[in-house]
């Protein structure tokens, strides 16, 4: 529950400073940075990593680059109770698509969580339902926060893939909790370097002055950041169940548009309460499948 607040805060953090690729930059490279006495100390214990790894680690920030970019897009068009529901519950609605064309079938509940999530994104741009319209989804705020979750996706899957890659290259004794902030120093350093690339135009390089101006506040986004995921690991760690951890952060949708009402005056639309509550509710759906 609290790797949910905190995972809600940090998007609200970076939508009130006026996000920018450049600031998820800095946070990016400032946490990555806190991270590194742990990666040395736990990557000298380790073998030879395989070059699929580096190959999987840098797509990995690649997907995280245009999750990060995107979300600072989608936050300068539109509002956190909008762009948050959409870029957190359609990953888990890709992803368990994908699952189930690759033959991985999935039960009636999964199917009707996933049905819940659809009509909740459907209905979190809609301001009224007697002035619903179709252009709503087309909206630039709604589109961005669409790549941002195929950024997600992407990085989900890959980072999985580079944790087992991992995992036959430490001794038994190692703590997995070690391993995976190891990985996740490098993944944000690696993203760091991609919203870097990302940031070499102009316009970027000015975000970067900015933002580098404002470095305490990326860098406290950051380490919000890595610690929403830390306190993940940390709660799987404490329970047979992993279903209840899965299910409990995603009351971070019904918070991040709570929070967006109150703190930053977002309107409270009726289409867009009903709709956080509906993907709530389909995610746990989902994840007690």
Known sequence: ?????IHAAWNLLGKSRKPSPAFFAVASLGAGGLLIPVMAAVLGRAGVLPG??????LGSGFCQMVYLASLARAYQQADVGVVYPIARALPVLMVATVSSLLGQGLPPLAWFGMGLVTVGCLLVPVVSFRRWRWQAYGQAGCLWALLAALGTAGYSVLDDRALLLMAGHFSPDMAPALV??????????????WL???CLHAAGRAQLRQSGADWRVALLTGIMMGGTYGLVLLAMSLTENVSYVVALRQL???????LGVWLLREPAHRP???GASLVCAGLVAVSLK
């Open 1 to 5: 529950m609290l790797s949910a607040v």
């Open 52 to 57: 699929e790894f580096w190959w999987v680690l």
């Open 180 to 193: 995976a902030f190891t990985y996740l120093g490098m993944q944000f350093l690696v993203t760091g370097a």
């Open 196 to 198: 870097m690339l990302w």
């Open 252 to 258: 971070s949708i019904p918070v991040g548009v709570a």
């Open 272 to 274: 867009r309460l009903i």
